[in-house]
């Protein structure tokens, strides 16, 4: 993956996500069709995973196929709301390895507050898929990949569904090392930090809390 960032412009992940930011969109329908562009996204931000091989049979004869290595991948979650993204891509992948880095923003100075965090062992060697549904200032993004470097990751990639040029902009100065994968780039951030025209607050909405 060379570009820093890919807009996923597929019919059927645009669609499900103007259903997601219409604001009568129900906590259940929301989280419903996260799981299912996450299951989108997945393909594209796994495009250039790496393959391995084994002997397999088919009916017919023996062949070498080509498979995944599962367990070379780390998917962390940035909680709460990563876990929408993450839910659906393990579907996908079971046996990748998971880790969470519990952030919250404060709502006064757009800050991350860490709350939490597990990654798994050898990061170093794996591919690191960081997921989190908004990317807003930035600031979240690059704290958990701040971390994750200093904890010996080195192959990070950063999913999202919606990000504003202003956490773009931030992550490529941050992290250019690390390639983003969005759903959408929204126009910009408001006063409140929230991205325009966005969906609103995903942690929210996903479980429900306002
Ligand atoms: O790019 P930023 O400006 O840092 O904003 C993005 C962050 O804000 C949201 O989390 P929030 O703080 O609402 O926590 P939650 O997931 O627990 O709701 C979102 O899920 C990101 O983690
Ligand atoms: O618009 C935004 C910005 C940050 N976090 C959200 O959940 N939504
Ligand atoms: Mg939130």
Known sequence: MTDHLTVVTHPLVQHKLTL??????????????LREISLL?????????????????????EMKAPILEGKKLALVSILRAGNGLLDGILELIPAARVGFI??????ETLKPVQYYCKVPAEIEDRLVIVVDPMLATGNSSVAAIDLLKEKGAKNI???????????VARMK???????????????????HGYIVPGLG??????FGTK
């Open 173 to 191: 100065e941050a992290h250019p090392d690390v390639p983003i994968v969005t759903a959408a780039l929204d126009e910009r951030l408001n006063d």
């Open 20 to 33: 997601m930011r219409e604001k009568d969109t129900s906590t259940a329908s929301f989280r419903r069709l």
């Open 41 to 61: 996204l997945a393909y594209e931000i796994t495009r250039e995973m790496e393959l391995t091989s084994k002997w397999i049979e088919t009916p017919l004869q």
């Open 102 to 107: 519990g952030l919250y923003r404060d709502p």
């Open 201 to 206: 607050d995903a942690g929210d909405r996903m």
């Open 157 to 167: 990639r950063f999913l999202c569904l919606l990000a504003a040029p202003e956490g």
